[in-house]
């Protein structure tokens, strides 16, 4: 007899007794327990279904039957065979290898995307033989050790301060940053490297890499000037360093113009690291880089990377991307959200920059348009005001005030129209006053979410828990499952 779930409190309980306090959840004041998923839908514990347009790491929509049935039967045969030859491993390489740039031609598997930078940061010290990196600030490489030293934007956070070893340079902000009205603000941005790498030499230190997202997630979706990338590059490799590309969030045709989000820019990185959308939400990641620099390290072990289940999930993964046209559908919808944004902009002075591609779109909330002041305030406000329209959007990004699109990449045309009239009516309501109270901190650090904002999420002021003897008068009609197609 399979268990019954435990009530919504006991859950919520349970989390703050045997989970550490770090861990954040969405919505602190009113989280979500989600108890089911398909395709780019979300559905909690009281039957609500919810658009999901934050679950990158479904890449391919949740649950897909394609991808659950490969992992299922893959795991009825055999699920580890670490050290052992395997079909499922060298095809899944072959195939990946396939994607990319003939000198890009060896694989490395690992777990996650935070292993994965931690073994490029590996193979680019022992090729080039030196300590020294150049990241971007603002950025998020992960969350081991060695990657948040080149994570400035966590530094602050957990009190981590800038290691000799570490060169951070600004990102290249086209909205308010220091170049924005530059005539050639790729170079001038790009120069910033250049000065960076002079000035580890004068100390006597030299430059192992350079490691960027092609597509800036962490800075709140930053898209680079054209040749930005091609002229850091080549700053780059003639001091004798090599570069990363982390494609970790953008990969696999996420960016609707290309399969990496690296191609966009007209390079070709040394080393590529790639996690969250390889296996649809199981874990599974992996570098890929040159066989030169492959070959620099001696010896590499990972008990579950590569394993059979992963490997097959990622295949399968790699087939639904191909067969949906996903890649296209990414870029097309993405228009369509950007589109649709962009005309309800010149009706909302807190609408600022909107920017993107395919299915990676940040959506700024400032103060008003001309000073372009961040509104993390209206953005938290605003996120609360779209989960009331069942719509699930995170901000985040330097100031806390952007909105994150990175949907599953089944979203569609209707998904993105629904979200457009979504923002323009919650827009509307927090401009007029009506939802413009401030967001004061309790004394534990929580947020008090004005209570108009909570009205209809269900239970008392802030907690969203249903009282066990409420039912939901009106519950939302559930959608189709993939197997309830036909």
Not at 194 to 219: W, Y
């Amino acid at each position: 007899m399979p268990e019954k779930p435990l009530p919504f409190k006991k859950t919520l309980q349970m989390r703050r007794n045997y989970l550490g306090r770090a861990c954040k959840l969405h919505f602190e004041v009113s989280p979500l327990k989600i108890v089911r998923a398909s395709k780019q839908y979300l559905y909690d514990d009281n039957g609500c279904e919810y658009l999901d347009c934050i679950s990158n790491v479904a890449h391919v929509g949740h649950c897909h039957p394609h991808v659950v049935h490969a992992g299922q039967e893959q795991m009825g045969k055999l699920v580890t065979s670490a050290g052992f030859l395997d079909d499922k491993m060298v095809q899944y390489a072959k195939r990946i290898i396939e994607t990319l740039p003939d000198q890009l031609c060896v694989c490395f598997f690992v777990n996650s995307g935070s292993e994965a930078n931690d073994l490029a940061i590996r193979l680019a010290k022992s090729y080039t033989k030196n300590e020294d990196f150049i990241v971007l600030d603002q950025a998020y490489h992960g969350n081991i050790g060695s990657l948040l030293e080149l994570s400035p934007s966590r530094w602050k956070k957990i009190g981590i301060t800038q290691k000799e070893w570490v060169h951070v340079v600004d990102y290249p902000d086209l909205y308010r940053g220091r170049h924005k009205d530059d005539a050639n603000p790729a170079l001038k941005y790009a120069q910033q490297v250049h000065t960076a790498i002079k000035k580890a030499n004068e100390k006597g230190r030299n430059v192992a890499a350079f490691i960027s997202e092609p597509l800036m997630t962490s800075g709140g979706v930053v898209v680079y000037p054209p040749k930005y990338l091609k002229l850091v590059y080549s700053f780059v490799r003639s001091s004798g360093g090599v570069c990363i590309a982390d494609e970790i969030q953008v990969g696999l045709g996420r960016c609707g113009e290309s399969f990496w989000a690296f191609q966009m820019h007209d390079v070709v990185p040394d080393i590529i690291t790639v996690g969250k959308p390889l296996g649809n939400g199981h874990p599974m990641a992996m570098v890929v880089t040159t066989k030169e620099i492959a070959d620099s390290i001696g010896e590499f072990n990972s008990t579950f990377g590569g394993n059979p289940v992963a490997c097959a999930i990622g295949m399968a993964v790699l087939d639904v991307i191909h067969n949906e046209k996903l890649m296209s559908s990414a870029r097309n919808v993405g228009k369509c959200l950007m589109d649709g944004m962009r005309a309800i902009a010149p009706n909302h002075p807190m609408l600022g920059d909107i920017r993107g591609t395919g299915m990676v779109i940040g959506i700024e909330i400032v103060t008003d348009q001309e000073s372009k002041k961040p509104s993390k305030e209206g953005a938290e406000i605003l996120a609360y005001k779209l989960k009331e329209q069942k719509i699930i959007v995170a901000n985040d990004g330097p100031n806390k005030n952007v909105m994150m699109i990175l949907p599953p990449m089944c979203f569609t045309c209707d998904n993105a129209r629904r979200v457009v009239q979504a923002f323009d009516l919650a827009l509307a309501d927090i401009e007029k006053g009506t939802s413009n109270k401030p967001l004061d901190q309790s004394e534990d650090g929580k947020m008090n979410i004005p209570l108009n904002i909570l009205s209809g999420l269900g239970g008392p002021a802030g907690l969203g828990i249903m009282a066990e003897e409420e039912e939901d008068d009106e519950p939302d009609v559930k959608r189709a499952r993939y197997d309830e197609m036909d």
